[in-house]
């Protein structure tokens, strides 16, 4: 018999996966995207959600790195250049059809960022999860069929 079960968080849900596929080792899931011509990790329960662009409204005097504001269902989000903010060396890609908007999980703030494109997942079991690097701007680097791959470290955009 099935027991209809509500969950209080992702992790909780990842395990609960994991424990039905009779693992005993949670596993984490990352976003692969590109951002300024390079590709990252993403942790997924970071993003709250991934739309196409949308008209941005300019904020004065602003920092570089903020592109504008934008209301996405009711809600304004500022929506930061991470290329900018992280200091990549390469300039931003024009937007077309693979560009998004990814929404971050912020408890007070609503933030967004854009990027050039959404690849795919990676499932990373955590016995395979790099130490924290100490590194500004990423967790670490994950080894994939992509190359290594740095794990951005999210927080950081709302600093």
Same mark, same amino acid.
């Given at each position: 018999?099935f027991?209809?079960?509500?969950?209080?968080?992702?992790?909780?849900?990842?395990?609960?996966?994991?424990?039905?596929?009779?693992?005993?080792?949670?596993?984490?899931?990352?976003?692969?995207? =590109?951002?300024?011509?390079?590709? &990252? *990790? /993403?942790?997924?329960? @970071?993003?709250?959600?991934i739309?196409?662009? %949308?008209?941005l409204?300019?904020?004065?005097?602003?920092?570089?790195?903020?592109?504008?504001?934008?209301?996405?269902?009711?809600?304004?989000?500022?929506?930061?250049?991470?290329?900018?903010?992280?200091?990549?060396?390469?300039?931003?890609?024009a =937007?077309?059809?693979?560009?998004r &908007? *990814? /929404?971050?999980?912020? @408890?007070?703030?609503?933030?967004?960022?854009? %990027?050039?494109?959404?690849?795919?997942?990676?499932?990373?079991?955590?016995?395979?999860?790099?130490?924290?690097?100490?590194?500004?701007?990423?967790?670490?680097?994950?080894?994939?069929?992509?190359?290594?791959?740095?794990?951005?470290?999210?927080?950081v955009?709302?600093?």
């Amino acid at each position: 018999m099935f027991k209809e079960t509500e969950f209080s968080s992702t992790q909780e849900i990842r395990d609960a996966v994991s424990a039905a596929a009779g693992e005993d080792v949670a596993v984490f899931d990352y976003m692969r995207v =590109q951002m300024n011509g390079e590709a &990252f *990790l /993403l942790p997924v329960p @970071a993003v709250l959600g991934i739309l196409r662009p %949308v008209t941005l409204t300019p904020v004065p005097m602003a920092p570089d790195h903020l592109m504008g504001v934008a209301n996405i269902r009711g809600q304004i989000f500022c929506i930061v250049d991470p290329g900018k903010a992280l200091h990549l060396k390469q300039a931003r890609k024009a =937007q077309d059809t693979n560009s998004r &908007f *990814l /929404l971050l999980r912020h @408890a007070r703030v609503n933030l967004g960022m854009w %990027v050039e494109e959404v690849f795919d997942l990676h499932r990373v079991r955590e016995d395979e999860l790099p130490e924290d690097t100490g590194h500004v701007y990423q967790t670490g680097v994950i080894n994939t069929q992509h190359g290594d791959l740095p794990i951005l470290r999210v927080q950081v955009l709302f600093d």
